[in-house]
Nanobody
Framework: VQLQAFGGGLVQAGGFLRLSCVASGRASNDAATGWFRQAPGKEREFVAGIRWSGGNQYYADSVKGRFTISKVSAKNTVYLQMNSLKPEDTAVYYC?????????????????WGQGTQVTVSS
């Protein structure tokens, strides 16, 4: 499985961005994709996740109501729509995939990772 994440950029506070994660070689629908982020000097943290089968969505409390995760199975693509961005959302965003139907918030549960895309929110 190879993951490609893109769509990051520089945006002002209150603005929006949409990240995309394309998964090639995904062998099963019994899988979940998560978005994580890592700010300088901080640990990588869970942002949102979605199950490929059923489409159940999960969010970190810090982004609920502002971010939306979705997928287009035919395109093997997961999106992260980020609205009302705040300076504290600044980080490198990574997408990751795990086999097994559950979304986990732990980095260790994911076997495949994309290269990361930088999101910078200016105040």
């Amino acid at each position: 499985v190879q993951l490609q994440a893109f769509g990051g950029g520089l945006v002002q506070a209150g603005g929006f961005l949409r990240l995309s994660c394309v998964a090639s070689g995904r062998a099963s629908n019994d899988a979940a994709t998560g978005w994580f982020r890592q700010a300088p000097g901080k640990e990588r943290e869970f942002v949102a996740g979605i199950r490929w089968s059923g489409g159940n969505q999960y969010y970190a409390d810090s982004v609920k109501g502002r971010f939306t995760i979705s997928k287009v199975s035919a395109k093997n693509t997961v999106y992260l729509q980020m609205n009302s961005l705040k300076p504290e959302d600044t980080a490198v965003y990574y997408c990751a995939l795990r086999y097994g139907s559950e979304v986990h918030s732990s980095v260790q549960q994911y076997n495949y990772w994309g290269q990361g895309t930088q999101v910078t929110v200016s105040s």
